[in-house]
């Protein structure tokens, strides 16, 4: 198939053209054998005529031989005539027969009769007596020596003479009966005929031929025959015209053939014309279907499709290199959540034009789908060109009177013409671009190869924690809470541990592998089971669990939790999840769902980490939590004046609720005795327990009570 004529254009053009080139192909051929047959007809036409002509013009001559050759047989055998020429009165006798008559003879010219001695007897021309040896010269004295032994057959020639072409006819004068001694001489008569232009006249009339004329050498468009002398040697040649028959037919078919001609030409231009027309017009559907293809319809960017086939012809031909920004909006999904998809449209539309303006005009720009662009440069044209287009995004939008503002996150890649094609150019992009999502908003990484190194021991870990949920290697340990006031354990948290041989792994780190490879609900749920077993010994105690929420986006979450608190006869009411603002902040309806179907069965609810996130007063309201935990960094914060201030409006926030506080990561004596003054009625932390197995709870009880 590549072999093809025309191996890049679509099948449907190729069908176009070859069936263009076919008629012009076709009607080219027809064109050449019309000529061909005009030719050949015109030519053969004038060949026949010309071969008609030529047997004429041969036929007058020898009809003009066969004549005067008969007048001179008449003539020299003949009993009186040799008589009268062997008399006294021989002169007398040549002079009254021929000389005298050759005036007005219609059958020959001249007459001259030889004596057997080779002396001229009698010589007359027209009527006239002449010197035959200057009129024809040595040509007469041949004639005459062949005539000597002809017999009774004249020797017919043609000969040149002063007044032009001659025929002449010569015979011995002879008895026609009586016999004659031998060895006798004969007088010879030689009669002549001149070729005159009324002679060739007669001829043209008699034999239909044009112009005759006398030539010593024929020209070269004319047709000719030689005229010989008596030895057989060419003297001169009879020439005439050709009437050239086949110019006349042409020239009669002339008109019909131009016209013919013509119409050739228009049918062959209308099928050039179609053709030409109905190429261009697959070849704009094809470029139509092509742009469609490799556009997205909404930004009218390139689309996915697009960018990987000019990025990978770019790799292919640009040997400089090239940097490529992958870009996702931040908060791009709540627009779309809380304006609908019209607004997320338009807003799509106004971030790619605004992108747009700050790229340089060599860039490609892409779409790739959802809030995802792309965007490359040749390496080196624009350094600061991920900073500029995170700020530029950062900048409110105006849609329909709503100022909407969101991020963009960017991940580079900058290829020396090191990466191999567009998709590995694409992945790697997509990690640097994955890691920026991680790190917060509104950043830009750029791809390390120590990035693919994180990516790929991300991969083995998620494997080796995907094998250590399965083994029941993750363990639970317990972190003491303790009354503020009392100063008694209260209850514990429940904190996920894992321990492989090849030293701890935290749960900062396991948590988001968990959370990203879909083992968050294995774990969770294992987490929580083992937790309610270990504190069903302890009756008393309280038992947190954090819950990611990704697990609070699980449907059957809830159903689950329950389940599994009927199955052990665990107290819901002992049980509190904690949970963090992320989830409040995504999906708040689901997380609502959730949070409600539990709390009607006694569970409560925990705001983890409050403080170091959004902090956001309404959803502490809407969401009605039982308790907030204050993160461990405003627990640090307590050593400076503005810390504590911090501090202290929280918790005064949280009362204003009704929300009893926890505070986490107590560390000192300081901060547990300030953090009982700012009024929270349960502290956490390394000064008062670490995180520890059940069986160390249990004797920390024991101890608390005593
Ligand atoms: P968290 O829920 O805020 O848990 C408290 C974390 O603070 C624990 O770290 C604990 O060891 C640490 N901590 C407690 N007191 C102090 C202190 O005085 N100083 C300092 N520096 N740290 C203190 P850990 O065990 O590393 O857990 C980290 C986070 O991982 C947890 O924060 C929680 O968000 C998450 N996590 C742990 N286990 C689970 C689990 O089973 N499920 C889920 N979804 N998340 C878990
Ligand atoms: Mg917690
Ligand atoms: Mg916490």
Same mark, same amino acid.
């Given at each position: 198939?590549?072999?093809?004529?025309?191996?890049?254009?679509?099948?449907?053009?190729?069908?176009?053209?070859?069936?263009?080139?076919?008629?012009?192909?076709?009607?080219?051929?027809?064109?050449?054998?019309?000529?061909?047959?005009?030719? &050949?007809?015109?030519?053969?036409?004038?060949?026949?005529?010309?071969?008609?002509?030529?047997? =004429?013009?041969?036929?007058?001559?020898?009809?003009?031989?066969?004549?005067?050759?008969?007048?001179?047989?008449? #003539?020299?055998?003949?009993?009186?005539?040799?008589?009268?020429?062997?008399?006294?009165?021989?002169?007398?006798?040549? &002079?009254?027969?021929?000389?005298?008559?050759?005036?007005? #003879?219609?059958?020959?010219?001249?007459?001259?009769?030889?004596?057997?001695?080779?002396?001229?007897?009698?010589?007359?021309?027209?009527?006239?007596?002449?010197?035959?040896?200057?009129?024809?010269?040595?040509?007469?004295?041949?004639?005459?020596?062949? =005539?000597?032994?002809?017999?009774?057959?004249?020797?017919?020639?043609?000969?040149?003479?002063?007044?032009?072409?001659?025929?002449?006819?010569?015979?011995?004068?002879?008895?026609?009966?009586?016999?004659?001694?031998?060895?006798?001489?004969?007088?010879?008569?030689?009669?002549?005929?001149?070729?005159?232009?009324? $002679?060739?006249?007669?001829?043209?009339?008699?034999?239909?031929? &044009?112009?005759?004329?006398?030539?010593?050498?024929?020209?070269?468009?004319?047709?000719?025959?030689?005229?010989?002398?008596?030895?057989? #040697?060419? %003297?001169?040649?009879?020439?005439?015209?050709?009437?050239?028959?086949? +110019?006349?037919?042409? /020239?009669?078919?002339?008109?019909?053939?131009?016209?013919?001609?013509?119409?050739?030409?228009?049918?062959?231009?209308?099928?050039?014309?179609?053709?030409?027309?109905?190429?261009?017009?697959?070849?704009?559907?094809?470029?139509?279907?092509?742009?469609?293809?490799?556009?997205?319809?909404?930004?009218?960017?390139?689309?996915?499709?697009?960018?990987?086939?000019?990025?990978?012809?770019?790799?292919?031909? *640009?040997?400089?290199?090239?940097? %490529?920004?992958?870009? *996702?909006?931040?908060?791009?999904?709540?627009?779309?959540?809380?304006?609908?998809?019209?607004?997320?449209?338009?807003?799509?539309?106004?971030?790619?034009?605004?992108?747009?303006?700050?790229?340089? +005009?060599?860039?490609?720009?892409?779409?790739?789908?959802?809030?995802?662009?792309?965007?490359?440069?040749?390496?080196?044209?624009?350094?600061?060109?991920?900073?500029?287009?995170?700020?530029?995004?950062?900048?409110?939008?105006?849609?329909?009177?709503?100022?909407?503002?969101?991020?963009?996150? !960017?991940?580079?890649?900058?290829?020396?013409?090191?990466?191999?094609?567009?998709?590995?150019? %694409?992945?790697?992009?997509?990690? +640097?671009?994955?890691? +920026?999502?991680?790190?917060?908003?509104?950043?830009?990484?750029?791809?390390?190869?120590?990035?693919?190194?994180?990516?790929?021991?991300?991969?083995?870990?998620?494997?080796?924690?995907?094998?250590? %949920?399965?083994?029941?290697?993750?363990?639970?340990?317990?972190?003491? @809470?303790?009354?503020?006031?009392?100063?008694?354990?209260?209850?514990?948290?429940?904190?996920?541990?894992?321990?492989?041989?090849?030293?701890?792994?935290?749960?900062?780190?396991?948590?988001?592998?968990?959370?990203?490879?879909?083992?968050?609900?294995?774990?969770?749920?294992?987490?929580?089971?083992?937790?309610? *077993?270990?504190?069903?010994?302890?009756?008393?105690?309280?038992?947190?669990? #954090?819950?990611?929420?990704?697990?609070?986006?699980?449907?059957?979450?809830?159903?689950?939790? !329950?389940?599994?608190?009927?199955?052990?006869?665990?107290?819901?009411?002992?049980?509190?999840?904690?949970?963090?603002?992320?989830?409040?902040?995504? /999906?708040?309806?689901?997380?609502?769902?959730? !949070?409600?179907?539990?709390?009607?069965?006694?569970?409560?609810?925990?705001?983890?980490?409050?403080?170091?996130?959004?902090?956001?007063?309404?959803?502490?309201?809407?969401?009605?939590?039982?308790?907030?935990?204050?993160?461990?960094?405003?627990?640090?914060? @307590?050593? /400076?004046?503005?810390?504590?201030?911090?501090?202290?409006?929280?918790?005064?926030?949280?009362?204003?609720?009704?929300?009893?506080?926890?505070?986490?990561?107590?560390?000192?004596?300081?901060?547990?005795?300030?953090?009982?003054?700012?009024?929270?009625?349960?502290?956490?932390?390394?000064? @008062?327990?670490?995180?520890?197995?059940?069986?160390?709870? $249990?004797?920390?009880?024991?101890?608390?009570?005593?």
């Amino acid at each position: 198939m590549s072999k093809s004529l025309f191996p890049k254009l679509p099948l449907r053009i190729r069908i176009v053209i070859a069936a263009t080139a076919f008629f012009m192909a076709v009607a080219a051929i027809l064109a050449v054998l019309i000529a061909i047959s005009v030719r &050949d007809m015109t030519n053969t036409a004038t060949s026949i005529d010309d071969a008609r002509a030529r047997h =004429a013009a041969t036929a007058a001559i020898s009809a003009l031989q066969e004549h005067l050759s008969a007048t001179a047989r008449d #003539n020299t055998v003949w009993d009186d005539g040799y008589e009268h020429i062997t008399s006294p009165e021989a002169k007398e006798f040549s &002079d009254t027969t021929w000389g005298r008559s050759t005036k007005d #003879n219609p059958l020959f010219d001249a007459s001259i009769v030889v004596t057997p001695e080779q002396t001229i007897l009698s010589s007359y021309k027209k009527g006239e007596e002449f010197d035959p040896t200057d009129f024809f010269g040595s040509s007469l004295a041949d004639l005459i020596s062949h =005539a000597k032994t002809s017999g009774r057959v004249p020797v017919v020639s043609f000969a040149r003479s002063v007044d032009g072409l001659a025929l002449m006819a010569a015979g011995a004068i002879q008895p026609y009966d009586q016999t004659v001694a031998s060895g006798t001489s004969f007088h010879t008569l030689v009669l002549v005929r001149l070729l005159s232009t009324d $002679t060739l006249d007669e001829i043209e009339h008699t034999f239909d031929l &044009d112009d005759l004329s006398v030539s010593v050498t024929p020209e070269p468009h004319m047709l000719s025959v030689p005229l010989n002398d008596a030895d057989g #040697n060419t %003297l001169t040649y009879l020439q005439w015209e050709s009437r050239d028959p086949g +110019a006349m037919i042409y /020239n009669r078919v002339s008109g019909y053939l131009l016209a013919a001609a013509l119409v050739l030409v228009a049918f062959l231009v209308a099928v050039l014309v179609t053709g030409i027309l109905s190429v261009r017009m697959l070849q704009r559907s094809t470029d139509r279907a092509r742009h469609r293809a490799t556009h997205d319809v909404l930004s009218g960017l390139l689309n996915r499709a697009g960018i990987l086939e000019q990025l990978d012809k770019a790799i292919a031909t *640009d040997k400089a290199g090239l940097t %490529l920004h992958l870009i *996702d909006l931040d908060g791009f999904k709540g627009v779309n959540d809380a304006w609908g998809h019209a607004v997320g449209d338009e807003l799509i539309k106004l971030v790619a034009a605004r992108v747009q303006s700050y790229l340089p +005009a060599n860039a490609l720009f892409a779409r790739l789908g959802g809030d995802e662009f792309a965007v490359a440069t040749p390496l080196d044209t624009t350094p600061d060109l991920a900073q500029t287009i995170v700020e530029c995004v950062a900048e409110p939008f105006m849609i329909g009177g709503r100022t909407i503002e969101i991020g963009a996150s !960017i991940g580079t890649v900058i290829s020396e013409n090191d990466v191999p094609d567009a998709l590995e150019l %694409l992945r790697r992009a997509d990690m +640097a671009l994955y890691t +920026a999502k991680e790190s917060g908003r509104g950043k830009a990484v750029t791809f390390t190869a120590a990035l693919d190194n994180d990516r790929h021991m991300a991969a083995e870990l998620e494997d080796r924690l995907r094998k250590a %949920l399965e083994r029941g290697e993750v363990q639970v340990s317990y972190q003491p @809470l303790f009354d503020a006031k009392a100063g008694r354990v209260v209850g514990v948290e429940a904190l996920a541990q894992w321990m492989p041989v090849t030293g701890r792994v935290s749960p900062e780190v396991f948590i988001p592998i968990a959370e990203r490879s879909g083992l968050i609900d294995q774990l969770g749920m294992q987490v929580l089971k083992a937790a309610i *077993d270990q504190a069903r010994q302890w009756k008393t105690l309280a038992l947190s669990v #954090n819950v990611s929420p990704i697990q609070l986006r699980n449907p059957n979450f809830p159903a689950d939790v !329950i389940r599994l608190l009927e199955a052990t006869g665990f107290d819901p009411h002992r049980l509190t999840l904690e949970i963090t603002e992320g989830v409040l902040m995504s /999906n708040p309806d689901q997380a609502r769902r959730a !949070i409600e179907m539990l709390r009607n069965v006694g569970v409560k609810f925990a705001l983890d980490d409050f403080g170091c996130g959004y902090a956001s007063i309404g959803a502490l309201r809407t969401f009605g939590f039982d308790r907030m935990k204050i993160d461990r960094s405003l627990v640090s914060g @307590l050593d /400076n004046r503005e810390g504590s201030e911090v501090l202290t409006a929280t918790i005064s926030l949280a009362h204003a609720l009704n929300i009893p506080v926890t505070a986490e990561g107590v560390e000192t004596q300081e901060q547990a005795t300030a953090l009982k003054l700012s009024g929270c009625d349960q502290l956490q932390g390394f000064l @008062l327990g670490r995180p520890m197995s059940g069986a160390d709870i $249990t004797a920390l009880v024991r101890v608390s009570a005593a």
